[in-house]
């Protein structure tokens, strides 16, 4: 059985840094993009950016230029390097893969992690 675990969240004062880290358990056989959520209370949750088999990334417009994702698509790995952090940025931070597992020719399903708080205090 596949999962994702996620490590890296913490404190920080702003202006400060973190690194979240999220790996994969268990077979896979592709992986075809991996990314960060977050949730912060009362909010929706929303992409904060992913990282694609062939290299492209994207990222939420409030954390350009301060968020860099990276990964490793053979190890099915990601990274979110978080600079210059915000009070706003306090939230839930999920992982999320896009992986193929039962066979190398089946289908793409989407993975979730448990979730990493990120506290930025102000």
């Known amino acids: 059985q596949v999962q994702l675990v996620e490590s890296g969240g913490g404190l920080v004062q702003a202006g400060g840094s973190l690194r979240l880290s999220c790996s994969t358990s268990g077979i896979v056989f592709k992986m075809n993009r991996m990314g960060w959520y977050r949730q912060a209370p009362g909010k929706e949750r929303e992409l904060v950016a992913t990282?694609?088999?062939?290299?492209?990334?994207e990222y939420l417009e409030a954390v350009k230029g301060r968020f860099a994702i990276s990964g490793d698509s053979a190890e099915s790995t990601v990274y979110l390097q978080m600079n210059s952090l915000k009070p706003e940025d306090t939230a839930v931070y999920y992982c999320t893969a896009g992986l193929v597992v039962s066979n190398p020719w089946g289908s793409e399903s989407q993975y979730w992690g448990q979730g990493t708080q990120v506290t930025v205090s102000s």
């Open positions: 990282f694609r088999r062939d290299g492209v990334t």
